[in-house]
């Protein structure tokens, strides 16, 4: 499969911005004034001009990856100190795989990283991802993932994941997992007969390797302290089928030991905790970073590997999990926490970062959300996003010494300074009273009166909605909607209670939620009755089908991207993967299985809806929209359908969502009226 080529094509045109940077004109008729909704649904539908971003270690350089036309990702490399101009070293044209993202080894040569989406002999979808090395000029191009071998028993799905980018005393070296695959013995005495996730230390200059850790069958992930000494390793428990169980099983390495101890006594402020889960380990301070449960909500907490009963909570609030480590520089310190209340913040242990961060989100336009996404080794200089509800973000070099924050480049080239609504927290009553938290964004200039308006539930369920910007919703209020988007119960993020059962076994409660959304809008005035529609992508698309079984009158018109249609369908797609018994327990038994299956109740539908899906979507398979379409037909319903080939569940391509932008607006106007 070709998902590179050394010498890029001219297929991206390039732009300077701030005298620096450069971005594909995928669609440079919508910088027009008077734009048809074909230009608005591209200038919206274009994918990120920065999908991902590295500082080199020396702080000299920087690559990004861009999105180019169509389904394509362009590799950008610019050498600031040598003032010269960006220069393209590589791209992807393959459909069925992504560019996801690149770092820098050494300021010579990156690694990167390739997601794809293959298809067995026997239909089923299996993910799979590649790692390659790369020269900063676009030169000598190396695989990093082992190639599979003729003789192997199972596909290879995993090319590896970097475990260290630094291993003390070994310049230009790498940490990086390997899976074995076992091979049939048969005639031969070479056959591997090791199987599972070890660790090797590779060569980035010239991709030789040797074992740092010897696979283990149970093992999913390893993690390395700062000196890249591989300190935890946590393994996926199994059932006699051979399905994964959902428990996992936490090993850590004392210093100076090899001997693996499992978190099996872990005691955090004199209190014994159920599960402890390790996601960092500073080598320096001998502790594991990792969460805990305390009064219901995620919390993190300190625990020394010399003395696991001695842990300590080092960040919990009481009204939302912890959600993230805030990690920098080569050796991924710790840094802070990220959580979300109305807006997501960050909690600082770095009091110059805290400082930092404060003082730039109040000098820069509209007090932006301040995020460091990149370090120098030497932390010197940092990367920093800034962005908010109403800007998708600018790219920033921030040089401690001097004091400098240079604007580099921005995060969609063709949003930049485009009006857009301010998204507002708001929250309204579920209909036994309790307070739903969620997002109201308005058409600027509006009255907030009399408006079409969509709600917009979340996918997962087990995620939610953040303030800041989103394509979808600033499209369509760029249309003249209001938008809606509740966190209901089941989402994630606002600790144990809130989540429930989840958001399949306790569909009425968060299905309930979403339709006392649309039932606030009209109650406040703020959405016309008769021009109030739902849309929604994967569970926020079954959301929005669901609200028809429950209450058919209440939305005029219903969108579902890559919809979950029926709960048995979801159990029964699971069972060529191994995952398939946690789905079974995701999902339960019991009545609610059929009641909470909209494509089982295609009759009370009384809304037109819209159906968009792609072939190759893991998450929720084809047939659930293809099957829905079919039996809202059969039922003498109004519907249309649009599928994609070989895309994913993401629809990561520029002109299939500005196509799909393109058909909602034209439905949604015909639907409601307008």
């Known amino acids: 499969m070709k998902l590179l080529s050394e010498a890029l094509s001219a297929t991206a045109t390039l732009a300077l911005m701030s005298g620096l940077v450069a971005q594909q004109a995928i669609a440079q008729d919508a910088r027009e004034n008077g734009e048809s909704i074909e230009e608005v649904a591209a200038r919206y539908g274009v994918r990120a001009s920065v999908l991902d971003i590295s500082l080199s270690p020396s702080g000299n350089k920087i690559a ?49 990283q390739i997601d794809g989406m293959g298809r067995g002999s026997d239909g089923v979808l299996v993910g799979f991802d590649r790692m390659f090395a790369i020269n900063y000029d676009g030169s000598d191009v190396a695989s990093l993932s082992e190639r599979g071998s003729l003789r192997a028993l199972g596909f290879n799905q995993s090319g590896g994941d970097i475990v260290a980018f630094d291993v003390a005393g070994q310049n230009g070296r790498i940490l990086m997992t390997k899976n074995y695959v076992k091979e049939r013995s048969t005639g031969t005495r070479l056959a591997n007969t090791k199987e599972g996730l070890g660790v090797d230390q590779i060569d980035v200059s010239n991709g ?45 390495r004392a210093s100076g030991s090899n001997r693996w101890r499992e978190f099996d006594n872990v005691v955090v402020d004199g209190k014994s905790v159920e599960r402890f889960v390790p996601l960092a380990v500073d080598g320096r301070r001998d502790s ?148 739903i938290p969620g997002y109201l964004t308005l058409p600027p200039g509006s009255d907030g009166k009399n408006l079409p308006a969509i709600v917009l539930p979340h996918g997962g369920p087990a995620a939610r909605d953040y303030w800041g910007f989103d394509w979808i919703v600033q499209f369509l209020v760029a249309r003249g909607y209001a938008v809606l988007q509740p966190n209901y119960r089941g989402s994630a993020g606002y600790g144990e209670d809130w989540f429930g059962k989840n958001g399949y076994q306790a569909w009425d409660v968060a299905i309930g939620d979403v339709n006392d959304a649309g039932r606030w809008l009209v109650s406040e005035g703020i959405a016309n009755p008769d021009q109030l529609a739902i849309a929604g992508w994967s569970y926020g698309g079954y959301a929005a089908l669901q609200s028809q079984v429950v209450a058919p009158d209440l939305y005029k018109a219903v969108v579902a991207i890559a919809p979950v249609t029926d709960l048995n369908y979801l159990r029964s797609d699971a069972r060529a993967y191994t995952s398939s018994r946690i789905r079974d327990e995701q999902l339960g038994d019991g009545p609610h299985i059929a009641a909470g299956s909209p494509l089982r109740h295609a ?24 099957a829905m379409a079919d039996r809202l037909k059969d039922a003498g319903k109004r519907v249309q359908y649009s599928e994609y080939d070989d895309l994913q569940h993401n629809l990561d391509d520029s002109k299939v969502r500005t196509e799909m932008l393109t058909k909602i607006d034209a439905f949604l106007t015909e639907a409601l009226g307008r």
């Open 603 to 626: 009759e009370k539908f009384n809304a037109p809806v819209a159906l968009f899906h792609a072939t190759r979507d893991v998450n929720v398979e084809v047939r659930h929209s293809r």
């Open 64 to 112: 990004w990856i861009a999105a180019g036309p169509e389904h394509s990702e362009v590799l950008n490399v610019v050498d600031l100190a040598a003032g010269g101009g960006v220069k393209q070293i590589a791209q992807n044209t393959e459909e069925i795989g992504d560019l996801s993202w690149c770092r820098w080894a050494t300021d010579e040569r990156l690694i990167c």
């Open 208 to 252: 030789r390797r040797r074992v740092a850790e010897q696979p283990d069958n149970g093992a999913i992930r390893y993690v390395a302290d700062e000196q890249g000494q591989v300190r935890v390793k946590i393994r996926a428990g199994y059932d006699a089928n051979g399905r994964l169980t959902g428990k996992f099983f936490y090993l850590f």
């Open 288 to 435: 594991a970073f990792g969460y805990i449960a305390r009064d219901g909500y995620d919390a993190l907490a300190e625990v020394p590997l010399s003395d696991p009963t001695a842990g300590s909570v080092m960040f919990a609030r009481d009204d939302v999990d912890v959600d993230g480590l805030i990690r920098i520089g080569r050796q991924r310190r710790v840094v802070g926490v990220s959580y979300a209340t109305e807006k997501r913040s960050v909690a600082y242990f770095d009091e110059e970062l805290k400082k930092l961060s404060e003082d730039l989100g109040k000098a820069l336009p509209n007090q932006p959300l301040i995020n460091i996404v990149g370090a120098s080794a030497d932390e010197s200089k940092l990367l920093i996003i800034a962005s908010s509800d109403t800007d998708p973000g600018t790219v920033y070099l921030y040089d401690k010494g001097s004091r400098q924050l240079e604007q580099l480049l921005a995060m969609r080239q063709f949003l930049v300074d485009q009006l857009m609504g301010p998204m507002k927290p708001v929250s309204f009553p579920a209909a036994d009273g309790t307070e």
